[in-house]
């Protein structure tokens, strides 16, 4: 089934409600032909705001411009900028089966049966439904429901699909198998996609980029990996993961128990994350911390370390790792895992 894939332009799109309640600051953004782009941020950042801004369930601001490929929708309605959308909940209508819920869109808009039965094939094919075409929703899996609802919403061949926290109702478990499984479905699908959500590891493990947001703002964008290990901002920094914030000198050193680590930039700020903390044993290229507590998480331990000159930081070690509360260890970090920051970027 051949999709177009579609280039979104924002420009300059911002949200003010009528109380004067600013929803989503002045924001340009591009998402590419098939890429699927996450917006993420905590609750009450804007990007649910964008989201209905893209799909023209909210007016923007005068001024703002909104383009899918050369076609400018800034002010045309939902059913006119040709998008589909998947929901928390899925929204499938229950007493339908599941071809029924797939084909439901292309029989509102006429198209023809012969026409409807051959896409609705073609798309249960796709998303690995065979055999359950007369089921219906209540008698499907959590992940066959979800592959229900993106079938339907790509049946009429959206230019654009946007996905709104699509994950959130589930419990840990299955939002992890499901997450994975999402992923495949839509770079199988080869459709542009805005995918919302507040899930750190859900957005890193779908989107091919991410726009993180904050008080309306995209605050920085980029592939996961590259905004992981080198956040521009300090909101990026703790928002994708956890942060030891560090005390730097004026010259750039950080003193780690004993020792004094070159930061590759001089700032008064410095991070680094649990996993790029060393622990050793004692010796002269190591810094001396004291293990506060050790909690066994599964597949790591973590520790909390007394550093002098640093205080409490937390240090992620191999399940296996010999050292228990009270111990001294040796402690050590490279100087490229220091992640400088601006004293005006920390919030």
Known sequence: ?????????????????????????????????????????????????????????????????????????????????????????????????????????????????????????????LVRLNGLEKKRPNELSGGQRQRVALARAVAARPRVLLLDEPLTALDAKLKESLRDELAELLRRLHITAVHVTHDQQEALAIADRLAVMRAGRIVQVGDGESLYRTPAHHFVASFLGRVN???????????????????????????????????????????????????FLGDRVQLTLDVQGQGALLADVDRDHPAREGETVGIRIAPAHLMPMMEDETP
Not at 253 to 263: F, I, N, R, T
């Open 245 to 295: 914030r560090l005390g730097a000198s004026a010259g750039g050193m950080v003193e780690l128990g004993g020792m004094a680590l070159h930061c590759p930039a001089a700032r008064a700020t410095v991070l680094v994350r649990p996993e790029d903390i060393q622990i050793g044993p004692s010796g002269p290229d190591w810094g001396s911390a004291r293990v506060r507590r050790r909690n």
């Open 1 to 125: 089934m051949e999709i177009e894939r579609t280039r979104i332009d924002i420009d300059h799109c911002a949200k003010t409600y009528a109380d004067g309640t600013r929803g989503l600051q002045p924001t340009s953004l591009v998402v590419e032909p098939g890429e699927v782009l996450a917006l993420l941020g905590p609750s009450g950042c804007g990007k649910t705001t964008l989201l209905r801004l893209i799909a023209g369930l909210e007016s923007p601001d005068a001024g703002s411009r909104i383009r899918f490929g050369d076609t400018d929708v800034t002010q045309l309605p939902i059913e006119q900028r040709n998008v589909g959308m998947v929901f928390q909940h899925y929204a499938l209508f229950p007493q339908m089966s599941v071809q029924a819920n797939i084909g439901y869109g292309l029989r509102i808009r006429g198209t023809p049966e012969a026409e409807r039965q051959r896409v609705v094939g073609e798309l249960i094919d």
